[in-house]
């Protein structure tokens, strides 16, 4: 049995079909990349959102952790040392005495605790181990002390450790990313009064 096929003439047009032109592919091309650009830009959009919500949520709970802690000290502590505006030792009553802890921040460059604002049992000199209570803090960190309000006077500025009553933490933490915008979080906290220390006005 034999079977034979038609020649096919490649001359003759395929009924039926046809290519796209020059201009359908540029338009197709053109409409494409508009799609894929609002895509990616919805993507980046909703990636930088998430990235500023998370770090607003971070940075809030560190704030409210660290300054809880501080204030349980500030509150107990029967006298302070001020090391200079971004460290102070606190006297804390323990079941032995009186244990020194020291608040502090970290302003340098390299380190565990570097930019950080720290808690460390001790003065500022001991080898123990820094607890970090916030990452990512500012350089214009400070503390600011406070003596008792008299009556006429506005500036209630504490000058040195025996006039000192009342304690407040200034601080800034912020969060950097490559495609977002840095996300920023200011902490200023209540005046912590030193409830177990006598003061000299």
Request: aromatic share 8%; hydrophobic share 40%.
């Given at each position: ?25 540029l ?27 998370s ?39 323990t079941?032995?005495?009186?244990q ?21 049992p ?7 181990p ?14 600011t002390?406070?003596?008792l ?6 500036d ?46």
């Amino acid at each position: 049995m034999t079977i034979s096929t038609p020649p096919i003439d490649s001359h003759r047009p395929r009924s039926g079909r046809r290519a796209f032109t020059l201009t359908e592919v540029l338009v197709s091309a053109a409409l494409s990349s508009l799609i894929m650009a609002g895509v990616l830009s919805a993507f980046l959009f909703i990636g930088r959102t998430g990235f500023s919500a998370s770090s607003y949520s971070e940075m809030e709970s560190q704030l409210r952790r660290a300054l809880d802690t501080f204030a349980q000290d500030a509150r107990m502590a029967g006298g302070i040392t001020w090391n200079h505006a971004q460290s102070i030792t606190l006297a804390v009553p323990t079941a032995g005495g009186m244990q020194s802890v020291t608040y502090a921040y970290d302003n340098g460059a390299t380190g565990p605790t570097a930019g950080c604002f720290y808690r460390l049992p001790g003065g500022p000199d001991s080898t123990a181990p820094r607890r970090v209570l916030v990452r990512d803090v500012a350089s214009d960190f400070n503390f600011t002390r406070y003596k008792l309000e008299q009556d006429g006077v506005t500036d209630n500025v504490a000058l040195n450790d025996l006039e000192t009553k009342l304690v407040q933490v200034n601080l800034r933490a912020a969060r950097t990313a490559v495609t977002a915008a840095t996300t920023s979080q200011t902490g200023r906290s209540a005046r912590f009064v030193l409830r177990n220390k006598r003061v000299t006005n």
